[in-house]
DNA sequence: TTGAAGTGGAGGATCGCTCTCCGTTTATGT
DNA sequence: ACATAAACGGAGAGCGATCCTCCACTTCAA
C-alpha cells in the first residue's frame, strides 16, 4: 500500500469517529470525508459499505480503550483516584460511548470476528477496572459496569454544541459529578 | 369545535411530545400522525408548519414544568429531599429535558410570545427551587440550574432502547448517582 | 522517467419526507 | 332519525438530500 494512501485511510478513521460520534451513526458519508480532507471515492474505495468504516472505527476505538484500561489497572496499585478519572477521561476523548448502539445493537452477532473479539476483550478489561474501582472505594458496590459506561456516552453525546458556550466546560462537570455521585461514601441512592 | 377534533388535537401534543423527545426534533410527522393514531392530514390541519407543532408542544411541558416546580416549592418546607427528587422525576417524565435545544437555540428570539412567556415564567420557578434545595442541603452551591437541567437532558434523552431490557431501570439509576454527586456532603469536585 | 496506484468530484439514481387534494366518515342540533 | 357542516384519512406527486459510480487526471516510487 503507497504511503500517501494509508495516511488518507488513517484520516478517514478518524474524521469518521468524530463526525460519526457527533452526528450518529447514519451521518451522510460526504461529511465524513470532507472532515478527512478526501473525496468521496477515496472513502468509498477504502470502505465499499457504511459497515466497514463503522467496523474500523470501532476496532480502532475498542483497540485503544483497552489499552488505556490496561493501563489504568496497572495504575491503579500506585494512585487509584488518578489512574481512575484519568480513564474515564481517556474514555471521553476516545469517544468511546458512541459506540454502544453499534456494540450493543442486537445485529451484533454480524461484527465482523475481529471486532467481537477486541470488543470482548476491552469489555473484560474495563469491568476488571471497575471492580478494582470498587475494590479502591472509588465506586460504589453496587452498580455495574455496563450502567457507568452507559452514563459517560449519555453525558458526553454532543448534543447542543453552543450550549457549551453559554455554560463552558459543561460536560467534563457533569462527568465529576456523576463520579462524585458514583462514590461509596456519599449517600446512599433512594431505593 | 367538535369534540372529537379537540381530542385528536390533544392527542398529537402527546405523541409529538413523545416522538420528538424520543427520535430528535426533525423526526417524520408521518410517525407524530401515526403513533397520535390519526391521519397525517389532521396532523397538518391543526399545526400548519413543524414549528406550530413544536410550540404547542413547549407550550404544554413547559406550562407542566412549572406548575410541578411551583408544587416542589412549596413542598420544599415540609419535606425538601422528597419535593426535589419528586420533581426531578416529573421533569424527567415529562421529557423536558428534550426541549433544551428548541429553547436555547440561537432563534429563540423567534418562539412566540406566549411561548416565551412561559418559558421564563418556569425558568424563574425552577431556578428558585434549585437555590431552595441549595439552602437545604440537597445541592452543592457552586452548580447553576441550567447545569442541573442540561444533565437531566443528557441521561434522560432516550438512546439505545433495548439497553433498558439488558439492564433495567438504568434511567432511574443514572439520575439517582447524578443527584448523589450533586450533594454537597459528597467529596468536593475536581477543579 | 514511467506506469501502476491512487485521486476527486460531477451527476444520475434512489430514497424518505413533505404536504395537498378530495372522496368518505362522523358529530351534533333539531 | 336525519341533515349537514365539520372533520377525517391516505394516496401519491413533488422535492431535497444522500448514495455511489465513472473516468479523466494526479502522484508516488522504482
Known amino acids: 500500500m503507497r504511503a500517501d494512501a494509508a495516511r488518507r485511510r488513517e484520516a478517514l478513521i478518524l474524521a469518521a469517529r468524530d463526525v460519526l460520534a457527533e452526528r450518529g451513526h447514519d ?9 478527512a480532507g478526501v473525496g468521496i471515492a477515496t472513502l ?52 468511546l460511548g458512541a459506540l454502544i448502539p453499534a456494540l450493543i445493537v442486537e445485529s451484533y452477532r454480524e461484527l465482523p470476528g475481529d471486532v467481537l473479539e ?5 469489555k473484560a478489561r474495563v469491568t476488571e477496572l471497575v471492580h478494582t474501582a470498587q475494590r ?22 454532543p448534543h447542543v454544541q453552543f450550549v457549551d458556550e453559554v455554560v463552558p466546560a459543561l460536560v467534563p462537570r457533569m462527568i465529576a459529578i456523576y463520579l462524585a455521585g458514583l462514590r461509596p461514601d456519599g449517600r446512599p441512592l433512594p431505593h
Open 136 to 157: 479502591a472505594g472509588l465506586v460504589r458496590d453496587d452498580v455495574q459496569p455496563i450502567e457507568v459506561i452507559m452514563a459517560i456516552a449519555r453525558l458526553t453525546r
Open 27 to 35: 451521518a451522510p458519508l460526504d461529511a465524513i470525508a470532507e472532515r
Open 118 to 122: 477486541v470488543r470482548e476483550d476491552t
Open 44 to 95: 468509498y474505495r477504502n470502505f465499499p459499505t457504511r459497515d466497514d468504516l463503522a467496523h474500523a472505527v470501532a476496532r480502532r476505538t475498542l483497540t485503544e480503550a483497552g489499552a488505556a484500561a490496561e493501563h489504568a489497572l496497572a495504575a491503579m496499585a500506585s494512585d487509584p483516584e488518578r489512574a481512575w478519572t484519568e480513564f474515564v477521561g481517556t474514555a471521553v476523548r476516545l469517544r
